[in-house]
């Protein structure tokens, strides 16, 4: 079945400890996206890619970066973990940009920072 | 900035009966899209139902559907016969029409199905 495929579902790091998350998808659709959902809140988007094209939404913090190598495969990277950062990371992606379009989730993964 | 607000934290139902969750939303936009989506506990979130701002059909998909006031800025899920399988978060989210950023949600109502 066509899917978004998150690893790890659960990944614990160290304070300032970089950690990379990955996502990848075999719907091939050209826009994928990372959310960061804390508990009880509503997820809110960080990033996305339309095709190569990188989107950074105004108040990602610069301690979060992405890449995205092929059309296949998106990372987020966070440098510098904090304990702030601990949160359930959602990636999802859509055929073609937003709007109209349905987006198509990952299961997320949950990071913890020690 | 867009902002979506969805007021109950929590709803409760009975098995067979029906439920509406509530949603409101402000925007300065005329084009834009309006979504349900639906995540079960330690599943993906899935979409249920989703709304054109410009038609003024409500949408519907089987028991699921909306009830969508532009004016009052206002869209919210019926969902009929409620079902055990219907238990999860449910997020009301927004998207521009022009298609320039992800999707702003709301911070969820999370829907227990009382057997």
């Known amino acids: 079945d066509a899917m978004v495929i998150q690893n790890p579902r659960y990944q614990v790091t160290q304070f300032g400890k970089p950690v990379t998350l990955s996502c990848s998808q075999t719907l091939n659709h050209n826009v994928m996206y990372w959310y960061q959902q804390k508990s009880s809140q509503a997820p809110k988007l960080l990033f996305h890619y339309y095709d190569k094209d990188f989107n950074n939404e105004a108040d990602t913090p610069d301690n979060f970066q992405s890449r995205r190598p092929n059309t296949s495969f998106c990372f987020l990277d966070i440098r510098s973990p904090g304990l702030g950062d601990a949160a359930m990371y959602l990636c999802?992606?859509?055929?073609?940009?937003?709007?109209?379009?349905?987006?198509?989730f990952g299961p997320g993964t949950r990071l913890t920072v020690l | 900035a867009q902002t979506v607000t969805q007021s109950q934290p929590e709803m409760s139902v009975q098995e067979a009966e029906t439920v509406t969750l509530s949603c409101t939303y402000d925007?300065?936009?005329?084009?834009?899209?309006l979504f349900w989506y639906k995540q079960p506990p330690s599943r993906q979130m899935i979409l249920v139902i989703r709304?054109?701002?410009?038609?003024?059909q409500n949408a519907t998909e089987n028991r699921f559907s909306v009830n969508f006031q532009k004016a009052a800025k206002s869209f919210s899920l019926k969902i009929s016969d409620s079902q055990l399988g219907d238990a999860a978060m449910y997020f009301c989210?927004?998207?521009?029409?022009?298609?320039?950023?992800?999707?702003?949600f709301g911070k969820g109502t999370h829907l227990i199905i009382q057997p």
């Open positions: 989210a927004y998207s521009e029409g022009g298609g320039a950023d992800g999707l702003t």
């Open positions: 709304q054109e701002a410009y038609k003024q």
């Open positions: 925007t300065s936009e005329s084009d834009y899209y």
């Open positions: 999802a992606t859509s055929r073609d940009r937003p709007g109209y379009n349905e987006q198509f």
